[in-house]
T-cell receptor
Framework: SQQGEEDPQALSIQEGENATMNCSYK?????LQWYRQNSGRGLVHLIL?????REKHSGRLRVTLDTSKKSSSLLITASRAADTASYFC??????????FGEGTQLTVNP | EPEVTQTPSHQVTQMGQEVILRCVPI?????FYWYRQILGQKVEFLVS????????KSEIFDDQFSVERPDGSNFTLKIRSTKLEDSAMYFC?????????????FGPGTRLLVL
C-alpha cells in the first residue's frame, strides 16, 4: 500500500460532535502535515507535527503522532457545518516533496 | 495574510496544445512547487524549484513539462502538447525555505480540462 492512507474514507457527524480521522504511513518521516480542502478548492494548511513530537494542538484541532505505529490522528472538537471538507495527511520523508493520502471526506450536518 | 495566487482559475484547451499555468508565490518565499490532483485521486507532487533551478522532480514530470521563474514574482508551469490525461487541478505552493520542517502554502489551483 501507499504512503499516507487515511481512514475513514468518509465520515458524517452532527454539529457539535467530535470528528476523528486517522492516517497511516509506511516509511520514516521528518514531519506529517494535515490539510483541508473544500470541494474543488485549494489546500489549506492546518497543522504540522514533527517526528519527535507526539501531540499538538491548534484551536479546535488536536493532532497526535505515533511513530512506532506509523500513524497520526486528527481530532476536530465541537465540529461545525463549516468544517465540512476533505482532510488530507501529507508526509515529508526527505527532500522537498509532500506525499498526500487519499483523504477523508467529512460532512458535518447542522 | 499573504497568499499564493494562481491564474487562470480554469483553463480549457484542445489536445496537443500548449498551456502555461501561472502562480505568484508568497513574496518572501524561496521554494516553489507544483502539484496536481486528478479528479477523485490523490494530490501528487510534480516538481520543486529553488534558486532558478529544479531541485526535485517526480516521475510524472517528464519532458512535456517545464517550469520557469520569468521575473521576480511569477512562477510558471508549461505543459507542451497536452494530453487528455493531463486534465487535473494544478496547485502551486511555496515555502519560506526548503528545510525538512517547513510548511508549504498552497494556492487555490487551476483546473485544466483537455478536450
Amino acid at each position: 500500500s501507499q504512503q499516507g492512507e487515511e481512514d475513514p474514507q468518509a465520515l458524517s457527524i452532527q454539529e457539535g460532535e467530535n470528528a476523528t480521522m486517522n492516517c497511516s504511513y509506511k516509511t520514516s518521516i521528518n514531519n506529517l502535515q494535515w490539510y483541508r480542502q473544500n470541494s474543488g478548492r485549494g489546500l489549506v494548511h492546518l497543522i504540522l507535527i514533527r517526528s519527535n513530537e507526539r501531540e499538538k494542538h491548534s484551536g479546535r484541532l488536536r493532532v497526535t503522532l505515533d511513530t512506532s505505529k506509523k500513524s497520526s490522528s486528527l481530532l476536530i472538537t465541537a465540529s461545525r457545518a463549516a468544517d465540512t471538507a476533505s482532510y488530507f495527511c501529507a508526509t515529508k520523508v526527505s527532500g522537498s516533496r509532500l506525499t498526500f493520502g487519499e483523504g477523508t471526506q467529512l460532512t458535518v450536518n447542522p | 495574510e499573504p497568499e499564493v495566487t494562481q491564474t487562470p482559475s480554469h483553463q480549457v484547451t484542445q489536445m496537443g496544445q500548449e498551456v502555461i499555468l501561472r502562480c505568484v508565490p508568497i513574496s518572501n518565499h524561496l521554494y516553489f512547487y507544483w502539484y496536481r490532483q486528478i479528479l477523485g485521486q490523490k494530490v501528487e507532487f510534480l516538481v520543486s524549484f529553488y534558486n532558478n533551478e529544479i531541485s526535485e522532480k517526480s516521475e510524472i514530470f517528464d519532458d512535456q513539462f517545464s517550469v520557469e521563474r520569468p521575473d521576480g514574482s511569477n512562477f510558471t508551469l508549461k505543459i507542451r502538447s497536452t494530453k487528455l490525461e493531463d486534465s487535473a487541478m494544478y496547485f502551486c505552493a511555496s515555502s519560506e525555505d526548503g528545510t525538512s520542517q517547513e510548511t508549504q502554502y498552497f494556492g487555490p489551483g487551476t483546473r485544466l480540462l483537455v478536450l
